[in-house]
């Protein structure tokens, strides 16, 4: 198994000060956070998804892009994906970051998936995500690139079960899955060893982060979404990393720990070698 950082996590380094840092902590790759930035935001202290000073600006220039990829080669790490916030079924959009991840030299991109509404049924949304999905698989052939969609809360794709669903009517080179267990202690958990086993060749990424469930004081019986530290949350990793290498995974485990327990500078050091203690 390899080691990267999505640079999410890192919002108070900017994105030549990061590669140094990665070479440093011994990781193997980096997956960039790709999003405009918001004027409103600018002035704010560095936060995970307002003021991010490691993104890369879609509107950067095919100079800057190459320039940054080359600062990457240059300490010997892989851009592995470049993940944006994209609009299910935005192809416009999808297509204008497979260009700059064509460039970056990356092999995926996060695509987008829609989230659920309780007004249209499952069945009809599922549908049409795997059209749009279908879509898009299509402009990834023609980039040779693989689209990652990502187990995420609060979406349709909660769960690799779901996950699968809309990534199985296509090719796995061109089509893959993110496995994100800190996403499923939220919403969409499944036994490990049965959601990796049944993903197959579309397990394409993985992310490690955690996360837990806290009371709610002000509220009888309600419990309120909290990020952990890696060791601290409750997913095992343990169980995670020995049901990866059980089933022969040799791809990259992704970092992106929203704990704030440590600062970003600690928090690559700790959390690669707290994952690398368990293999």
Same mark, same amino acid.
């Given at each position: 198994m390899k080691f990267s950082v999505f640079t999410v996590m890192t919002p108070d380094i900017r994105l030549d000060e990061i590669l140094p840092l990665l070479k440093k902590n011994g990781y193997d790759g980096v997956e960039w956070r790709y999003k405009a930035s918001?004027?409103? =935001?600018?002035?704010?202290?560095? @936060? =995970?998804?307002?003021?991010n000073l490691c993104t890369i600006d879609p509107k950067?220039?095919?100079?800057?892009?190459?320039?940054?990829?080359?600062?990457?080669?240059?300490?010997?790490?892989? $851009?592995i994906a470049v993940i944006p916030y994209l609009e299910?079924?935005?192809?416009?959009? $999808?297509?204008k970051v497979l260009q700059s991840a064509k460039t970056m030299q990356a092999r995926m991109i996060r695509i987008g998936v829609p989230t659920f509404n309780s007004g249209i049924s499952i069945q009809q949304q599922l549908a049409d995500a795997a059209y749009k999905i279908k879509q898009v698989e299509e402009l990834c052939q023609q980039y040779e690139m693989k689209g990652l969609i990502e187990t995420h809360h609060d979406t349709l794709t909660t769960s690799a079960s779901l996950a699968l669903k809309l990534a199985e009517q296509c090719?796995?080179?061109?089509?893959?899955?993110?496995?994100?267990?800190?996403?499923?202690? =939220?919403?969409?958990?499944?036994n490990h060893a049965i959601a990796l086993q049944m993903l197959g060749p579309y397990l394409a990424h993985v992310h490690a982060k955690n996360a837990m469930h806290n009371r709610d004081s002000d509220h009888i019986g309600s419990w309120i979404r909290k990020w952990a530290k890696l060791d601290e949350g409750l997913m095992n990793w343990q169980e995670i990393i020995s049901t990866l290498k059980d089933i022969g995974y040799e791809g990259y485990i992704g970092i992106e720990d929203f704990s704030q327990s440590f600062?970003?500078?600690?928090?690559?050091? =700790?959390?690669?070698?707290?994952?690398? @203690?368990?293999?």
């Open positions: 918001e004027k409103d =935001f600018k002035d704010e202290k560095p @936060s =995970f998804w307002r003021n950067a220039s095919e100079k800057e892009l190459l320039k940054l990829k080359q600062l990457t080669q240059s300490h010997h790490l892989e $851009t299910a079924g935005d192809l416009q959009a $999808t297509e090719n796995p080179d061109h089509i893959g899955v993110i496995y994100d267990p800190g996403n499923m202690v =939220f919403e969409g958990y499944e600062s970003s500078e600690k928090a690559l050091a =700790f959390n690669i070698q707290y994952l690398k @203690s368990l293999y």
